[in-house]
């Protein structure tokens, strides 16, 4: 069976509630969603944020994520994936990035969706930059982040 | 072939792409960084610390060392900060 995988790269907004529901409606094969959605927040180390705009590489953020997508539905027995991450200038309280995964069990699900939050981090091609009071600058990786995404290296 | 930048490396350089020729000698993506750090005041800045630069020859991450012969596009970004 093919496994149900949308990708999408957009400036505007998405429904969460709409996509868990495109994933898994008239199904009765799955058993646990999991859905994580980043969002943007209204201050970063005690500075308050007017906006963040992203900025992306046209076909490489789908290619790219395209590739982790398949890792995901490798390793983990997922039955539903859907991956929305928006661009532009988007305001505190907006949504940012949407990963939605379905299984038959929620540990997969969970994996799968940390995974490919891990991995959209440090390797999908976008780039924040934030609006503060003095100006705008672009964000800087975090080693963190670098390694969340390594734990996930197999070995 | 075709050159890429994003973010503070295509503010740097000044452009978002451009179509280049390097020299045969040029062989890998650190060759070109080098090459293309010489090309100007922007290039010279957007490639000051060739460590923190990232690499994609068409569309996939590449390191260093990669040879860039064959190469329809090359991008170069600094680390990404998505999600």
């Not at chain 1, 953020?61 to 539905?73: F, K, N, P, T, W």
């Not at chain 1, 609006?131 to 390594?150: H, I, K, P, Q, T």
């Amino acid at each position: 069976m093919t496994i149900p995988l949308t990708i999408r790269i957009q400036d505007g907004d998405f429904d969460i509630a709409r996509e868990i529901a495109l994933l898994s409606k008239g199904r009765t094969d799955i058993g646990a969603v999991v859905s994580f959605s980043g969002i943007c927040r209204g201050s970063e180390g005690g500075e308050d944020i007017a906006a963040l705009t992203l900025e992306h590489y046209p076909g490489m953020a789908e290619a790219e994520i395209g590739r982790h997508a398949e890792e995901a539905m490798s390793r983990w027995p997922l039955q539903g994936l859907t991956i929305i991450h928006r661009y532009g200038r988007i305001t505190p309280g907006q949504n940012i990035v949407l990963v939605v995964t379905a299984s038959q069990h929620r540990q997969a699900a969970f994996a799968a969706a940390e995974f490919l939050m891990d991995y959209l981090k440090t390797s999908a091609p976008f780039w924040k930059r934030e609006e503060s009071e003095r100006g705008m600058g672009w964000v800087e990786a975090r080693s963190l982040d670098d390694a969340a995404a390594a734990r996930w290296i197999r070995r | 072939m075709k050159v890429k930048y994003f973010a503070w490396v295509r503010e740097r350089v000044g452009k978002a792409e451009e179509t280049l020729e390097p020299p045969s000698s040029v062989r890998t993506v650190e060759d070109l960084i080098g090459w293309l750090a010489k090309r100007g005041e922007g290039y010279g800045h957007a490639f000051e610390t060739p460590q923190v630069i990232r690499a994609a020859i068409d569309h996939a991450h590449v390191k260093p060392d990669a040879a860039i012969s064959g190469a329809r596009e090359i991008a170069f970004f600094p680390p990404m900060t998505g999600g």
